[in-house]
């Protein structure tokens, strides 16, 4: 099993910046992709950056690009995946999820906690 355990969310005003971070555990050696997804009450959950696992270029949701950055470090026992948001905006408020697809899965396969993030001001 991978246990996933996110941190980092939090309040800020428009234009401001939070940094998640997310760590990975447990048979990391069957991950291939990490993902961080966001959900909001009533709409659809959205994947907003996803790297292949290791050294891979992260993708992200056009909605974050350029604003967005995802940086992922391999380590001995467990993996690591940031989320560098700034520039925020109050349409960023959401839960934010980290994820973990084992190689061969067509699905994110493991799901963390979730942790918030609140733009207003």
């Known amino acids: 099993q991978v246990q996933l355990r996110e941190s980092g969310g939090g309040s800020v005003q428009p234009g401001g910046s939070l940094r998640l971070s997310c760590e990975a555990t447990?048979?990391?050696?069957?991950?291939?992709?990490m993902s961080w997804f966001r959900q909001t009450p009533g709409k659809e959950s959205e994947r907003v950056a996803m790297?292949?696992?290791?050294?891979?270029?992260?993708?992200?949701a056009d909605s974050v690009k350029g604003r967005f950055v995802a940086s992922q470090t391999v380590g001995n026992k467990a993996l690591y995946l940031s989320l560098q948001m700034d520039s925020l905006k109050p349409e960023d408020t959401a839960s934010y999820y980290c994820?973990?697809?084992?190689?061969?899965?067509?699905?994110?396969?493991?799901w963390g906690q979730g942790t918030q993030v609140a733009v207003s001001s």
């Open positions: 447990g048979t990391t050696h069957s991950v291939c992709y």
């Open positions: 994820t973990a697809r084992r190689c061969g899965a067509v699905q994110d396969t493991d």
């Open positions: 790297a292949s696992i290791p050294n891979g270029n992260p993708t992200y």
